[in-house]
């Protein structure tokens, strides 16, 4: 009986033990500042015009979780072709700091990016109506982003805006990969951009400026398309997912779903 006595006290008190464990760590799970998590880069849909002779030209208007993408390609002799775009997202939204640490109005998050670029390079057309396009290019945009967040601080619940803003130079290349037929376009395209910004701040309500580096970095963009339609308009669907390679200090978007349409002109 009295081992059983002593039994029972010692999974009594791990059992304690445990939930007092689990309680401590939950409270400071609750209590601990939150994080905020900001995108201040949005990569483009990349041109894809999948060119096979020269004359031809393409304007591609999307839309997409990035915004709003414009992109126009033409062939020129030689068999090389020249590619211009542009991005802009504006989500709307706040851009002001909370009134007081205990503000209760609704925040709406903000974004605005914007972004242009060009590229040129060479394409090959293959039997069965496969091309092959190699692009090397170079880029200039801006972007803002403010998170508004309820955190503990202070034993006190807060309203926190993290913000990020900068603008930014980049130089990239792409490889374009595809079949291309008079109704239907589908294919691969590979980017690797890099990424290198200016004016760039990091700001958080309660622990002030967090960054004011020149943050740069590597960023692979891949994306798989399909286009279907005529001969002059198609229905285009894209797919991007950004990945770094390596930890970089500014934010970007991990997926890209986009729409739209291609026109061709002869």
């Known amino acids: 009986m009295a081992q059983k006595i002593v039994q029972f006290s010692k999974y009594w008190i791990a059992l304690s ?3 007092i464990l689990f309680t401590v760590l939950g409270l400071l799970f609750f209590f601990a500042p939150g994080c905020t998590k900001t995108v201040v880069y949005d990569s483009p ?3 894809t015009p999948l060119m096979q002779e020269p004359g031809k030209l393409t304007v591609s208007p999307y839309y997409g979780t990035n915004g709003v993408n414009v992109n126009a390609a033409y062939s020129l002799p ?6 211009a775009g542009m991005l802009y997202n504006n989500t709307g939204g706040d851009r002001a700091d909370p009134y007081s640490l205990s503000d209760s109005k609704l925040y709406n998050d903000a974004h605005l990016f914007r972004s242009y670029e060009f590229a040129i390079g060479p394409f090959f057309s293959f039997e069965d109506d496969a091309v092959c396009e190699l692009l090397v290019g170079k880029g200039h945009g801006s972007g803002e982003d403010y998170v508004y967040s309820d955190e503990f601080w202070n034993w006190h619940q807060t309203k926190i805006l993290k913000k990020e803003t900068g603008n930014f130079d980049k130089i990239f290349a792409q490889i374009n990969f595809g079949r291309h037929t008079a109704k239907s376009k589908s294919g691969v395209a590979i980017r690797c951009s890099y990424i290198n910004y200016r004016n760039y701040e990091l700001v958080h309500t309660m622990r002030g400026v967090e960054s004011t580096d020149i943050p740069s970095g590597l960023i692979w963009e891949p994306m798989v398309f399909g286009e279907f339609g005529s001969d002059h308009v198609k229905f285009s669907i894209n797919v991007v997912y950004p990945i770094a390679p390596a930890t970089i200090e500014f934010g970007y978007r991990r997926f890209i779903l986009a729409a739209g349409l291609v026109f061709s002109f002869f």
């Open 78 to 83: 030689g068999q090389f072709v020249v590619t």
């Open 45 to 47: 849909i990349p041109p």
């Open 17 to 19: 033990v445990n939930k």
